[in-house]
């Protein structure tokens, strides 16, 4: 069926390394990407967001890499901080009669001080 | 920045009660959005609305509906709650494909 999945539930960084956070998805047609952060008790955040007919973006501290031939995505943060520790979504923009956004069950990142 | 916000941060209710749970955006978004998140299932559509008086089916509707008389205000019933409905729930606004989302409530019925 359609799903963006995570490949891994929890990730346990040292703080300064560099995380990988990384998300499957199935549908060839979404053309849209989303990253957001999600901290306990709070809503999601939007982080960063990729089109289809991009490989790689980049904001402040943080790459998002696509690659459409395994339909695969991933958030790389540099430098991670104990600020960084939250759980992270992808999410794909489905184009049907609307923009359905159907997210990932996310990844739980901890950054280890 | 774009703020959405909701009318309750936690809500106690009772089963059979009838919940209403309130999104504010002030962005005026044309498209706003209902969700559950609940543990191992992630985010769920319950509803959705394109701009004033209209609304659709999102994946999970059964058991709420929605009201959204004006654009910046898009609200979620529960006409008598239960159980299961017990959940955090979100509310997210966007103008185009980007979806903004509001701080969440987080619903206990008993």
């Known amino acids: 069926g359609e799903s963006v999945g995570l490949h891994l539930p929890t990730l346990s960084v040292q703080e300064g390394d560099n995380s990988i956070i990384n998300c499957a998805y199935s549908?060839?047609?979404?053309?849209?990407f989303i990253w957001y952060k999600q901290e306990s008790g709070k809503g999601p955040q939007f982080i960063i967001d990729?089109?289809?007919?991009?490989d790689k973006r980049q904001g402040q501290r943080v790459t998002v890499l696509l690659n459409k031939t395994v339909k695969h995505l991933s958030l790389q943060i540099a430098a991670t901080q104990p600020g960084d520790s939250a759980v992270y979504f992808c999410?794909?923009?489905?184009?049907?009669?609307?923009?359905?956004?159907?997210f990932g069950p996310g990844t739980s990142l901890s950054v280890i001080p | 920045d774009v703020k959405v916000t909701q009318s309750s941060r936690y809500l106690v209710k009772r089963t059979g009660e009838k919940v209403f749970l309130e999104c504010v955006q002030d962005?005026?978004?044309?498209?706003m959005f209902w969700y559950r998140q609940d543990p191992g299932l992630g985010l769920r559509l319950i509803y959705f609305?394109?701009?004033?008086?209209?609304?659709e089916k999102g994946d999970i509707p059964e058991g709420y509906s929605v009201s959204r008389e004006k654009k910046e205000r898009f609200s979620l019933i529960l006409e008598s709650a239960s159980t299961n409905q017990t959940s955090m729930y979100l509310c997210?606004?966007?103008?185009?494909?980007?979806?903004?989302f509001g701080p969440g409530t987080r619903l206990l019925v008993l």
């Open positions: 999410a794909e923009n489905m184009k049907t009669s609307y923009d359905k956004v159907i």
């Open positions: 990729i089109r289809s007919n991009m």
């Open positions: 609305s394109y701009d004033v008086k209209m609304k």
């Open positions: 997210a606004s966007s103008p185009l494909e980007t979806q903004y």
């Open positions: 549908n060839s047609a979404s053309d849209y």
């Open positions: 962005m005026d978004h044309e498209n």
